[in-house]
Nanobody
Framework: QVQLVESGGGLVQAGGSLRLSCAAS????????MGWFRQAPGKEREFVAA????????YYADSVLGRFTISRDNAKKTVLLQMNSLKPEDTAVYYC?????????????????WGQGTQVTVSS
């Protein structure tokens, strides 16, 4: 019922910025908590950031705290991830995820919908 499509990934030098966008289709979105995860080759998918239904509560992984910002626009059915001061270790495929609850989650298993992923590569 809910489809998620990420965009905005690409190549950037260390210290640069990217903004990822996740567009949702379907009739249900505003009541969902949303999150971003990432996965590097040979690594487990890891939590990056999450936002509750209203956008008033956000959580970040320690590795991105202070550099990344998650936001949402329920009218546009969109969630964004602004990434600043990028580091080579941020290189990964980034996934948008949705959860059928207003409360945020930090685990892969807590999310019900996933996008196809968008590649972010940070060079030194």
């Amino acid at each position: 019922q809910v489809q998620l499509v990420e965009s905005g990934g690409g190549l950037v030098q260390a210290g640069g910025s990217l903004r990822l966008s996740c567009a949702a289709s379907g009739r249900i979105f505003s009541s969902y908590a949303m999150g971003w995860f990432r996965q590097a080759p040979g690594k487990e998918r890891e939590f990056v950031a999450a936002i509750n239904w209203s956008g008033g509560i956000t959580y970040y992984a320690d590795s991105v705290l202070g550099r990344f910002t998650i936001s949402r626009d329920n009218a546009k059915k969109t969630v964004l991830l602004q990434m600043n001061s990028l580091k080579p270790e941020d290189t990964a495929v980034y996934y948008c995820a949705g959860r059928r609850t207003a409360a945020t989650g930090r685990e892969v298993g807590e999310y019900d919908y996933w996008g196809q992923g968008t590649q972010v590569t940070v060079s030194s």
